[in-house]
């Protein structure tokens, strides 16, 4: 029968690491927060497995939305311009937001949607991403929580896709080769 961790060639960081690293972010939010709820802004989709674990390990209270876009290519020359396809479900005017992403490579996405949150005028911005790769930015991009920073692996699982593939992985795996270049 078919498993999709038989398309793993190696785990990158293990469920426990990742865990390990969800906590001590989600406890830095909670300290950093405790005086001024956040409301924890997502886009769609990969960052559905970050965000559920992440709320989970805050203890101060939180709101929660999400923004779904898409692309008309994260290019330098598009600067990043994506169409939003669903929109907050609440203003965030005067609140304090902070924006999560699973990953940020280029920063493009990440610099067009920030710009977009901060022409709302919210009390403070800020953004936490869970895998940072800096080697692969094309535009700087102010990251107050990062969780791991990564290089140019081929990796899937815990929200990130291959042919949206693998997203429940529960920890980051390499992907085989032949399964990227057979398609
Ligand atoms: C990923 C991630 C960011 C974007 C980052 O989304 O969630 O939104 O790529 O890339 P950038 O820094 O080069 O702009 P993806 O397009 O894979 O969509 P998904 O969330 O549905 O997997």
Do not use: W
């Amino acid at each position: 029968m078919y498993c999709m961790k038989d398309d793993i060639a190696d785990i990158f960081i293990s469920e426990e690491a990742i865990q390990d690293k969800v906590r001590e972010l989600g406890a830095a939010i909670s300290r950093d927060y405790a005086n001024r709820p956040p409301v924890l802004v997502g886009v769609l989709r990969g960052v559905v497995i970050f965000m559920a674990d992440l709320l989970r390990t805050i203890d101060i209270p939180v709101a929660v939305d999400f923004m779904a876009i898409s692309r008309y290519g994260p290019t330098p020359e598009s600067g990043g311009v994506v169409r939003l396809i669903k929109d907050l479900e609440e203003p965030i005017e005067g609140r304090h937001v902070l924006f999560v992403e699973d990953i940020v490579d280029t920063g493009l996405t990440a610099n067009y949607l920030l710009r977009n949150l901060r022409g709302r005028q919210p009390a403070s911005l800020e953004m936490c991403v869970l895998f940072d790769r800096p080697r692969h930015r094309l535009i700087d991009t102010d990251i107050a929580y990062v969780g791991f920073e990564i290089g140019d692996e081929f990796i899937v699982g815990y929200g990130l896709d291959y042919a949206e593939r693998y997203r429940n992985l529960p920890y980051v795996g390499i992907l085989k080769p032949e399964i990227y270049q057979s398609s």
